[in-house]
């Protein structure tokens, strides 16, 4: 680039986007990177504050800003996502479909910290839509140089920043325990409350079975849903410490492996969840029954993209797993979960 005087710029490319600020009416690149200045333009940039103007000067090894944009969407870029076109030397990245946002955090980590540099992100492990922005990349200055970027390449090397992964279709089995529910002393709350969250997603539900605190009766169930069909068994009531609360030893006697029966979430710490084989079994604790947002809201997104999570991926809740109850619920859009 060189710095030239505005009213010298006439037939100059520029090298950079110029943003138009009227306030409340624009907020726009006036003229983009690549356009030629004409004598007209000149009394529009002055009006712009523009005195002096950056013009291209192609040097080898030194890249302009949208060209390094592009290399970091392209460390983020993956299926199921576009790119947007450079703009004011920034590039995003957008859904092509609903899923679940998935963040090597330590691959933009190394990117970000090398400098001159950044990407931006969405928190990972949360549901977006389609047409949602996912990220959005650009360097700080407005070139930079080659070596730098393939810098970046490096430090991301072995895998994409960013992974959509679109949310599988399920059928979920319901067990609902607790003599006082099957006797028909109380009525059954659970089921309507977790029917209405799944309703979010695209989950069929098989039915639902109350039983009495039988552990050996609540084992036959879970088996008897899987042989129906389900690939995910949902298990309320019986979560506690308490001598009669059998749900943990129903699901541990039908040979399931317990991943954690604990997590560091409030509400949801005497959460339950293991695996037979690949299909998942949880086992709620009362809160998803009654509070806005649980450790379940964390956990069914990721295991209706098909992860399968390890008690590490349920540790990690422990910073930002407490949540504030506020009077008007914003989750996702929140520090919950993150």
Known sequence: MKLINTVDAVGHVLCHDLTQIIPGVVKDAAFRKGHIVTEED???????????????????GILHEDEAAEILADLCFNDNMHKTAPKEGKIELIADTDGLLKVDTERLNKVNSLGEMMIASRHGNFCVKKGDKLAATRIIPLVIEEEKMQAAKEAAFGGKILTLLPLKHRKAGIVTTGTEVYTGRIKDAFGPAIMEKLKEYDVEILG?????????????????????????????????????DTTPTAIKATGADIVSYGAPVLPGAMFLLAYLGDIPIMGLPGCVMYAKRTIFDLVLPRVLAGEKLEKEDLSNYGEGGLCLNCNVCTFPNCGFGK
Do not use: F, N
Request: glycine residues 8%; negative net charge; proline residues 5%.
């Open 42 to 60: 000149i009394p529009v940039l002055l009006s712009m504050g523009k005195e002096h103007l950056y013009v291209w000067e192609k040097r080898e």
């Open 208 to 244: 639902q079975t109350i039983l009495d605190d039988k552990p050996e009766g609540i084992s036959a169930c879970i088996m008897d849903y899987i042989s129906k069909g389900a690939d995910m068994i949902l298990c309320t009531g019986g979560m506690s410490v308490d001598p009669d």
